[in-house]
């Protein structure tokens, strides 16, 4: 049991780690959108290559931060009801919901996007505006990342839920189910 919450610690970490690392993507829109503004507004001059910039940086914040909500528990989920579970009622719905659907679902996004991603990189595509971002590849390669790193929050939640089945409580944790459930 001890390899098992280890392991979920392990995946959960590489997840968060990533979403702390892609939370900076704030920062980088939030002075994009202001100098787009300021340029558009006050000195009258548009650029196309501000907002290809601006949707990016949006899409990255926004996948590369999927397996880190996750992992926090700030995803959607019916919490009226998963709040009355116990333990090991949470843990046992958590992995059957993500065993059954989130993993397969990664796998498919993940299966189709790396496609997605190498046409792209082959065809060297670049944003259909004429004066838009080249290198349209990078983009698209956050989808592969960022469901990859959800995958990672799907497997680490899966170890933890089974660790709380076979008895196993997370150190240092209080007796919060959501938190017992390996999320």
């Not at 340029?39 to 926004?62: M, N, P, Y």
């Not at 590369?64 to 709040?83: K, M, N, P």
């Not at 792209?120 to 590849?137: K, V």
């Amino acid at each position: 049991m001890t390899f098992l919450l280890v392991t979920s610690n392990v995946l959960k970490a590489s997840a968060r780690r990533v979403g702390e690392v892609a939370a900076w993507c704030v920062v980088a829109l939030i002075l994009t959108v202001m100098l787009d503004v300021i340029t558009r507004r006050f000195i009258v001059l548009g650029s196309t290559k501000l907002q290809d910039l601006e949707w990016h940086l949006h899409a990255t914040l926004f996948l590369l931060c999927l397996g880190y909500a996750y992992v926090e528990g700030e995803h959607v989920r019916i919490d009226v009801l998963h709040s009355r579970f116990g333990a090991k009622a949470a843990a046992a719905i958590e992995l059957i919901g993500a065993a059954l659907f989130l993993v397969p679902f990664c796998i498919v996004v993940l299966y189709y996007g790396w496609g997605f991603v190498a046409h792209s990189f082959r065809l060297d595509e670049g944003s259909p505006s004429l004066t838009g971002l080249p290198h349209r590849w990078i983009i698209k390669s956050a989808l592969v990342i960022g469901f990859t790193t959800l995958l990672l929050s799907a497997l680490g939640a899966i170890t933890g839920a089974l660790a709380t089945l076979l008895g196993a409580r997370p150190p240092g944790r209080h007796h919060d189910a959501h938190q017992e459930v390996g999320l």
